[in-house]
């Protein structure tokens, strides 16, 4: 038997079983504060799913509704944006007009038929890397009692 067939404990632990629907979870963090964070979450070893998929904006504020609305009707089962905390912000008020946007973003999913339990709003800092993983961890799970997306092809 070869060495890279046996599943390390990490792995096993980490693995879902086979018949548990794994969501495709895009995570928008700005890049000063939560993306350092989800880093954070990394480097400590701190066990999140494996089903997220993280990108860097460099202000949560410059996350547009249809970047939201494009990634949950062309697959994506739930987004998650992150950004500094209120009065944290390295732009000053980005995280104000996230918000902002994040409501904008609530009533358009209604337009899409879209539940609005697939897009999240959190506030994570750079130092907040076991708050970024349960934040990861409980979003999953919301979005895995929804099921996949309406919109998933396949």
């Known amino acids: 038997m070869e060495e890279n067939s046996v599943p390390s404990a990490a792995t096993a632990e980490v693995a879902p079983p086979a018949d548990v629907f794994q969501p495709l979870i895009i995570a928008l963090c700005c890049n ?10 990394g480097v400590s070893r701190i066990q999140y799913p ?3 998929r993280v990108i860097r904006v460099m202000c ?8 939201v609305i494009d ?5 994506a089962d739930g987004v998650l944006m992150c950004g500094c ?8 008020d ?19 038929g879209i539940e609005e339990e697939r897009f999240r709003l959190e506030w ?3 130092a907040e890397g076991p708050r970024f993983a349960q934040v990861v961890r409980s979003f999953t799970e919301e979005v895995q009692k929804l099921g996949p ?6």
């Open 32 to 41: 000063w504060c939560s993306y350092a964070g989800a880093d954070l979450a």
């Open 50 to 52: 494996p089903s997220i």
């Open 60 to 67: 949560s504020g410059m996350v547009h509704p249809n970047l």
């Open 71 to 75: 990634a949950l009707t062309k697959g």
């Open 85 to 92: 905390h209120i009065g944290d912000c390295h732009y000053q």
């Open 94 to 112: 980005g995280n104000k007009k996230a918000e902002q946007r994040a409501e904008a973003i609530r009533l358009m999913l209604a337009d899409f």
């Open 124 to 126: 994570v800092s750079a």
């Open 149 to 154: 997306s309406p919109y998933k092809q396949g």
